[in-house]
T-cell receptor, first 111, second 118 residues
Framework: SQQGEEDPQALSIQEGENATMNCSYK?????LQWYRQNSGRGLVHLIL?????REKHSGRLRVTLDTSKKSSSLLITASRAADTASYFC???????????FGQGTRLTINP | DADVTQTPRNRITKTGKRIMLECSQT?????MYWYRQDPGLGLRLIYY???????NKGEISDGYSVSRQAQAKFSLSLESAIPNQTALYFC?????????????????FGPGTRLTVL
């Protein structure tokens, strides 16, 4: 069964707008990661946030983590057409030493 | 990422055939993984290996087997392919981060193999 669930499943916005995706998970985690997948390609790691961190930034990406709510959000600011992709959260449940992926949010940026 | 390669990139086969998908990496990572992805879904773990002598079943190992021939090579076999094994297959590697810190298990993915079983 999937540990993480992304919301929304699909998101379509205009270029320049901000995109927010959410991830909820079920069990305690060591860290949570976000990956990006362009259509039919391999996943690419974007950012990792540890369980003792609340917010992390990387360029136009901002990730938050609320362990009390077992949820995380990924914000992409000033979106570009090239940001069109699917975005997956992945958690490392405590002690598991392997990742469990959500089903992803399909993001479309309209020019 | 050219550091993780998969062959073949595309394969069409028939029900009952034996298929091997190969993965090679030049990242020097000990940990390797095989996932499958079905349309509109996330990745599901098939098998993983933390070193050459270590093989572990993942979430959906039935109908699959693996071989870790060397640190750099991890092969996935479908002994008798069936149509519901039609999917996109990904290999990934990771580095546990060494002795200096906790495992981050950030994974590096190959380009994928698109397998169709008729």
């Amino acid at each position: 069964s999937q540990q993480g669930e992304e919301d929304p499943q699909a998101l379509s916005i205009q270029e320049g707008e901000n995109a927010t995706m959410n991830c909820s998970y079920k069990t305690s985690i060591n860290n949570l990661q976000w990956y990006r997948q362009n259509s039919g390609r391999g996943l690419v790691h974007l950012i990792l946030i540890r369980s003792n961190e609340r917010e992390k930034h990387s360029g136009r990406l901002r990730v938050t983590l609320d362990t009390s709510k077992k949820s995380s959000s990924l914000l992409i600011t000033a979106s570009r057409a090239a940001d069109t992709a699917s975005y997956f959260c992945a958690t490392e449940p405590g002690g598991a030493q392997k990742l469990v992926f959500g089903q992803g949010t399909r993001l479309t940026i309209n020019p | 990422d050219a550091d993780v390669t998969q062959t073949p990139r595309n394969r069409i086969t028939k029900t009952g055939k034996r298929i091997m998908l190969e993965c090679s990496q030049t990242k020097g990572h000990d940990r390797m993984y095989w996932y499958r992805q079905d349309p509109g879904l996330g990745l599901r773990l098939i098998y993983y290996s933390f070193d050459v002598k270590d093989i572990n079943k993942g979430e959906i190992s039935d109908g699959y087997s693996v071989s870790r021939q060397a640190q750099a090579k991890f092969s996935l076999s479908l002994e008798s392919a069936i149509p519901n094994q039609t999917a996109l297959y990904f290999c990934a590697t990771s580095d546990p981060g060494g002795l200096a810190g906790p495992s981050t298990d950030t994974q590096y993915f190959g380009p994928g193999t698109r397998l169709t079983v008729l």
